[in-house]
């Protein structure tokens, strides 16, 4: 077992590792010399959850013209509704003020253009390492998934029927939302 995978509680906890995590840390320290959260609670102060990717080309504020605070975004790889995703919007409709959900994947996605097998077999190939134990949920047919996957929420028994559900592809090279009939 890799020092990395210890069991909790064996041994002394891992120094904060500084050198990697520097300029997150100064990042921090000038964004809470500006800091101004007066006001604001865990509640979503516009109702909406939106479910993307993780994709670094994404900043799902901006794309829909909100703030901080407004919002309760949940991101995953490829913007799939998961047990974990639905877990969460349980709690942000009933407890935090969530009333519309937006699944929002995105164009030029890696998880549709890629495969499971082509995925499994990159990571073996250069790391070494097999991870076929996992589902990376990749689709070769996007529309359907988002389609599936904003029906997964609407029929979660529960979730609150009043909760409105779209689904919505981003665009990573126009910055425009395309509305999907779902």
């Not at 520097?22 to 102060?45: C, H, I, M």
């Not at 994709?55 to 909100?66: E, K």
């Not at 703030?67 to 998961?82: M, P, Q, S, W, Y």
């Amino acid at each position: 077992m890799s020092d990395r995978h210890h069991l909790a509680g064996t041994s002394q906890p891992e120094p904060f590792p500084l050198d990697a995590f520097g300029d997150v840390v100064g990042a921090n320290r000038l964004f809470a010399a500006q800091f101004d959260a007066l006001g604001l609670t865990g509640t979503a102060r516009r109702g909406l959850a939106i479910v993307t990717c993780m994709d670094s080309r994404i900043n799902p504020l901006a794309v829909v013209g909100m703030e901080f605070g407004d919002v309760k975004i949940l991101r995953n790889a490829g913007a799939r509704v998961t047990e974990d995703v639905l877990r969460t919007l349980v709690l942000a409709t009933y407890l935090l003020g969530v009333t519309r959900v937006l699944v929002m994947p995105h164009t030029d996605c890696a998880m549709s253009n890629n495969d499971e097998a082509t995925l499994h077999a990159r990571i073996a190939d250069e790391f070494g390492v097999d991870t076929r134990s996992l589902e990376f949920r990749t689709t070769s047919h996007p529309r359907d998934a988002l389609i599936s996957d904003v029906i997964r929420i609407r029929s979660f028994p529960l979730l609150p029927d009043n909760v409105m559900v779209a689904g919505a592809f981003y665009d990573v090279t126009t910055g425009l939302l395309e509305p999907v009939d779902c």
